[in-house]
């Protein structure tokens, strides 16, 4: 289940938030100016109003410190004077007052509050934080450093290493060898998920797939081309790129019943689904039997299927191979496939050198990430989907991450670009998101969503109302229902308006 089906659930109305900002004054030294510090403080109310009391009370605050600032200069008696020699007489010492700027920024105030939405039920275990991207400044936080579980968001980070530790170009290779019987051939499994049983041309889930007709032709030709090769009828599947066991314990076993997760193997067509136009399908418990079953049928005079591993030295039949990774992350994120973040972490996991099953994801993933230069302590990789209640990710680390993605830093760009949009693209534009009057955030939530059985989480960019460049990360965790999304999306549309105002009351 891990991400928001296509059907809509009813939007919910939700008041706009309108930000209100605040004007730094600076202090008088001296007590003919003081009418002038109100006056400008009156002006500034006239224009902007004060949405709480708490900004005002801070303003009233600020007169009486400059009055007293005033009167304390009014008062003040200068020193009797000494007589003394003549001499040439100094230059005079300039009055220290502070620069305007720094007076603005001694008084600055973030008074638009999100209180209210943050608050709100449907969230349960709220955890979040901000951070305005440009100043690296934490505008709101709601146990922001606690690590938790965050469905589907986890695929940031698998997308992350991916693309540090493959490239955007590296692609999967799915060969066929000859076997080391007279009449046998080797289908070895590089762990491309994608390899399509659909007719070269006919695209389905993936874009960019290799096919399987493609390959039984080149085994065919490069077969029929040594005379002294006997007829061809068996098949040896060699799926041993992948190792351990092929579903993590942690997982429902529902998730593959319904149809958003696979068995993970290094061998699988079509994602292991049994219709392979639709990107929600049940899959089977037997994946690497089913692409098997399917590459037979396209080679053709197959009589025995077995599993095996492939001859060291074999000389090479044929050979496909998968979209790029750069493809892979764009698919993984903007729909959320499961079976695609498990292809990358696995693969990850084993180029970095950490292994080849489940328990090497946590090195190999967290390897990936060091580069970017952000702290990884407390952090706990299961898998590369999110499916798991075993991960744990703090909010705070996603903020400081997409700090990075906004930023396009190293290949970060390609992840960016495949992120759901508000309203416009992937899991984020469905007719349940962003909805009535949050729909003004369309467009500038640029964003992961996430879904399992025990929380919903969103986490990405927000170019806010007031041209600021917001990181956000948001969990509603424990006892949540499907209309968690819309309190999710409320939240974020009060981030939205709040911009560099954001208070964290």
């Given at each position: 289940m891990n991400e928001e089906p296509d059907d809509a659930s009813a939007p919910m109305e939700r008041a706009a938030v309108d930000p209100a900002r605040g004007d730094g004054v600076p202090a008088e030294a001296s007590a003919d100016r003081s009418s002038g510090v109100l006056s400008r403080i009156q002006a500034v109310l006239g224009a902007h109003r004060l949405a709480t009391a708490i900004g005002a009370g801070a303003l009233g605050l600020l007169l009486l410190g400059g009055g007293a600032l005033a009167i304390g200069a009014a008062v003040r008696t200068p020193p009797a004077a000494t007589p003394v020699a003549a001499t040439t007489p100094a230059a005079p010492t300039p009055d220290p007052r502070p620069t305007p700027e720094a007076a603005a920024a001694a008084v600055a105030l973030r008074i638009c509050s999100v209180a209210e939405f943050a608050s709100d039920p449907r969230l349960a275990e709220l955890q979040a934080q901000v951070v305005n991207a440009g100043t690296g400044e934490v505008l709101f936080d709601r146990g922001g450093s606690t690590p938790s579980r965050t469905a589907s968001v986890m695929k940031v980070l698998t997308s992350a290493a991916a693309l540090a530790v493959l490239g955007p170009d590296f692609r999967a290779t799915t060969t066929v060898v000859k076997g080391a019987e007279p009449g046998t051939?080797?289908?070895?499994?590089?762990?491309?998920?994608t390899l399509s049983r659909t007719p070269s041309g006919d695209?389905?889930?993936?874009?960019?797939?290799a096919h399987l007709d493609d390959l039984a032709a080149q085994v065919r030709t490069a077969w029929d081309a040594d005379p002294a090769n006997p007829p061809l009828t068996r098949l040896v599947l060699d799926a041993s790129y992948f190792g351990g066991e092929e579903w993590q314990p942690s997982w429902n076993l529902k998730?593959?019943?319904?149809?958003?997760?696979?068995?993970?193997?290094?061998?699988?067509?079509?994602?292991d689904r049994d219709d392979p136009y639709s990107n929600t399908s049940f899959r089977s418990d037997d994946p690497i039997g089913r692409a098997g079953e399917a590459f037979a049928?396209?080679?053709g005079g197959i009589e025995t299927i077995e599993r095996g591993t492939a001859p060291a030295g074999a000389a090479q039949l044929g050979a496909v191979s998968s979209p790029t990774v750069a493809q892979l992350v764009d698919k993984a994120l903007v729909v959320s496939d499961n079976t695609v973040a498990e292809m990358l972490a696995r693969l990850v996991a084993i180029r970095s050198g950490a292994g080849n099953g489940f328990d090497a994801i946590n090195a190999g993933v967290l390897a990936g990430l060091a580069g970017y230069g952000v702290d990884t302590t407390g952090i706990t990789i299961v898998d590369g989907s999110g499916l798991s209640d075993d991960n744990a990710v703090p909010p705070s680390y996603l903020t400081r991450l997409f700090q990075k993605i906004a930023a396009r830093e190293g290949q970060l760009g390609v992840l960016l670009d495949g992120l759901p949009v508000a309203g416009e693209r992937g899991s984020l534009s469905y007719d349940d998101r962003f909805t009535g009057d949050n729909a003004v955030a369309d467009g500038q939530v640029i964003a992961k969503t996430g879904w399992i059985d025990t929380g919903y989480t969103l986490a990405g960019v927000i170019h806010a109302a007031d041209g600021t460049t917001l990181t956000f990360a948001i969990y509603a965790l424990g006892d949540v229902s499907d209309d968690a999304k819309q309190a999710i999306d409320t939240l974020a549309t009060g981030f939205y308006r709040c911009g560099a105002q954001l208070s964290n009351r």
């Open positions: 051939a080797v289908l070895v499994g590089g762990g491309d998920v695209e389905g889930v993936y874009p960019g797939a998730e593959r019943d319904d149809g958003y997760m696979s068995n993970i193997t290094a061998l699988m067509v079509d994602g049928e396209e080679l």
